[in-house]
Nanobody, 115 residues
Framework: QVQAVESGGGSVQAGGSLKLSCVASGYIIGSCGVAWHRQDIGKERELVARISRFDTISYANSVKGRFIISEDNAKNTVYLQMNSLKTEDTAVYYC?????????WGQGTQVTVSS
């Protein structure tokens, strides 16, 4: 069974950093990609960063140069290092295992950035 479990959210002041972790399991490496999405109350869901199953990396324009997505296959973990955080980065962040047949969403972790 494919699972995604996030951790590492919290509260931070603007300009600070947080690192999110996603333990993604239940699939063969290379058969699925992993992405981070976020959604704040009253706003549309946004794709933040993705490592595709071909290991290509992409970022939303709003986080380029500030966020870094990486993976440790030995630990089945994908990370999202978030630097120079802004108040508009406040949202629930979801880890999504993206497979050909379907996507598997984690429960989400709250990130709150205060001014």
């Amino acid at each position: 069974q494919v699972q995604a479990v996030e951790s590492g959210g919290g509260s931070v002041q603007a300009g600070g950093s947080l690192k999110l972790s996603c333990v993604a399991s239940g699939y063969i490496i290379g058969s699925c990609g992993v992405a981070w999405h976020r959604q704040d109350i009253g706003k549309e869901r946004e794709l933040v960063a993705r490592i595709s199953r071909f290991d290509t990396i992409s970022y939303a324009n709003s986080v380029k140069g500030r966020f870094i997505i990486s993976e440790d296959n030995a630990k089945n973990t994908v990370y999202l290092q978030m630097n120079s955080l802004k108040t508009e980065d406040t949202a629930v962040y979801y880890c999504v295992v993206e497979c050909v047949s379907m996507n598997y969403w984690g429960q989400g972790t709250q990130v709150t950035v205060s001014s």
